[in-house]
């Protein structure tokens, strides 16, 4: 069972970068990496997910290196609505496993 | 619907009191998952199911906690004899599990638990 660990919050401003780094020193062979974003009174939503390297959407970029013992979150030029709370998870993809969520960064943009 | 649905969105109950809440899950989604959330709190997982069956139960907190799924579809959580501690949001997510699964958990806007 891949634990996650992540800060417990990070402050930015807008127009900045916002780097997250997920630590999941025992992930295994078939797991893959997956955010998620939650805003106040709603369900976790999906960003991104990646099994190596760089993944890249229209909303943020995954960095995993090569050992995958850990995973970066990259938020580009976020702007106030990016304020929520981001959880790293890690399992395998055919949902034959129960998925843990670790306690989340809370993300918080200033003006 | 096209999302995971749940109901109720709120419950205010009595302490002592029985509850039950429901997930619709995303139609042909065979992984269903139930998670509590207390408020400012991460969440915690309950139990997931494959289908109908639930491999894991090891996350219900106490044996006052039971779910089911059926026609691997609708699953409820039943809360019996309620105490304050339950006051919580309960979260449900679908996954697609068969053949070229993406593990993306759809989450409902879940049910939230007072008790008074």
């Known amino acids: 069972l891949a634990k996650t660990t992540q800060p417990i919050s990070m402050d930015s401003y807008e127009g900045q970068e916002v780097n997250i780094t997920c630590s999941h020193n025992?992930?295994?062979?078939?797991?893959?990496i997956t955010w998620y974003q939650q805003f106040p009174s709603q369900g976790p939503r999906f960003i991104i997910q990646g099994y190596k390297t760089k993944v890249t959407n229209e909303v943020a970029s995954l960095f995993i290196p090569a050992d995958r013992k850990s995973s970066t979150l990259s938020l580009p030029r976020v702007s106030l609505s990016d304020t929520a709370v981001y959880y790293c998870l890690v399992g395998p993809m055919d949902s034959s496993y129960k998925l843990i969520f670790g306690s989340g960064t809370r993300l918080l943009v200033r003006p | 619907g096209a999302g995971v649905s749940q109901s109720p969105s709120n419950k205010v109950t009595e302490k002592g009191k029985d509850v039950e809440l429901r997930c619709d899950p995303i139609?042909?989604?065979?992984?269903l998952y139930w998670y509590r959330q207390r408020l400012g709190q991460g969440l915690e997982f309950l139990i997931y199911?494959?289908?109908?069956?639930?491999?894991?139960k090891s996350g219900l907190p106490s044996d006052r906690f039971s779910a089911e799924r059926t026609g691997e579809s609708v699953s409820t959580l039943t809360i019996q004899r309620t105490q304050q501690e339950d006051s919580a949001v309960y979260l449900c997510?679908?996954?697609?599990?068969?053949?070229?699964?993406?593990?993306?958990?759809?989450f409902g806007e879940g049910s939230r638990l007072t008790v008074l």
């Open positions: 997510a679908s996954s697609f599990g068969g053949q070229g699964a993406t593990g993306e958990l759809f």
């Open positions: 025992n992930i295994a062979t078939n797991d893959y």
């Open positions: 199911f494959q289908g109908n069956s639930a491999p894991d």
């Open positions: 139609s042909g989604h065979t992984a």
